[in-house]
């Protein structure tokens, strides 16, 4: 999902500078140099793993350790939930 969408931004980018450059309007090379860079990277680039926590547990909103699922209070930082 995340990969076609780089892709696609990347090709709207793309097309915006190339309409700049044909309208006359400066700085146009840096949409078209940047749509180009996004849409050869959507196109070849992975997409990232998802962490998930293990079955009970859960991330800690501060220092994202895993933490029990129902716990109030991190263990880790101390930091309410
Ligand atoms: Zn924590």
Redesign the pocket.
Known sequence: MSRYSLFFSGLITLIFGVFMAFAGLPFSYIFIFSGIIMTVLGAFLKPPVSVEPEPGKKF?W??Y?Q?PADAGI?P??K?KQ
């Open positions: 800690c501060h220092c350790q933490i991190c880790h930082c930091l």
